[in-house]
């Protein structure tokens, strides 16, 4: 085993860990191991109560009064504001609005408008699809010969990084293989070259602390549904460092976004602050659920958080690396706790299958093609027996082949 993995012992780890009243505050059914909280974070239980109120009372008894009775007007500022702080961002810097691709639709159209005599846009060919769909289809609206680059390996980005780069757009916490960005440093050797930078934080928002304001970035996105357990479908979330906030308009200029909506002006005159990153009409439901599961991020340290995740993430890696060479499991996660965030992936020939096999038995990770079985590490719910038995059960499925059974090779619309 790799000296950079810390010698676990699950049973002294869970009596030692100060997190562990956190389960009780969540909806977990009896039998799974829930490793996809980087996919979709579980529920929180008074999300539950704090929706019936929001139908049953809200929506069904006080009706469109509620817009200011019950302040959901400004739902996306508050839960704005709730994020902030898990991302080292100022207050008024943050609001929780539509999804992450529309979210970077806006802000990549703002820094390229920001950045106007430069043409390229710069990338991984590793990062999560949306995002380089939606660079794509922004460089095409532009029209102006803007184009993007797309790096095959980390390494490769600073040298990408020339005189004629416009913006720097990366995802802090590679979706697939769980590898993490400096993003100090990279920020620092983009603006040296007068880059903006952009930071797709979907997997790093609740899975540990993360310092926007310290790394001086421009712009940052990210979901409600992973780490920060929204529900399914949740609001994004969007970031602007102040010193860029009223320099420019994003095109999706709605109602919203105006300076004073409910003066129902025919022309548009953007807000100065971060509400101008707002379009329509917020989703009531989805955002009520999203500012009650934010709530229980007050209670969170989350320097305990961060060393949590980096415990289960070394067990599971401990234990899965006992045996992962004799059935061609490869760890594509870096070791070292610096370079990952907080899941663990490994490329496996029967991938889908195994992660199928998995699930029935309770151990519920997800898969990406074409050979990535994931699992996530999520502070708040997970015990470290739980990791220490998945890899138990992994290790049975593989050594029985019970990938094998037909049941297992059908593909669902998602993996
Ligand atoms: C890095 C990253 N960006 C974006 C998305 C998805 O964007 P959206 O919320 O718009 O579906 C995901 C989804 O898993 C993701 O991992």
Redesign the pocket.
Known sequence: MDSTIANIDARQADQADPLRAFRDRFELPDGVIYLDGN?LGALPKTVKQRVAKTIGDEWGEQLIRSWNTADWVHLPQRVGKKIARLIGAEDGTVVAAD????NLFKVLSAALDLNGGRSKIISERD??P??LYIAEGVAKQIGKGHRLALASAPADIPGMLDNDVAVLML?HVN?RNGYRHDMAALTKAAHDKGILVIW?L??TAGAMPVDLTGANADFAIG?G??YLNGGPGAP?FLYVNPRHQGGFRQPLSGWFGHRAPFDFDSSYAPSRSIEQYLCGTPPVLAMVAMDEAMALWDDVDMAALRAKSVALCDLFIQEVGAFAADFGLTLVTPLDAECRGSQVSYSCDNGYATMQALIARGVIGDFRAPDIIRFGMTPLYLSFAEVAQAAVILKDILATRAFDAPEYQVRGAVT
């Open positions: 996919s999804s992450t691709s529309i990062n999560f949306t995002d995802t979706y797709d979907c997997h979901c549904y992973k994004a």
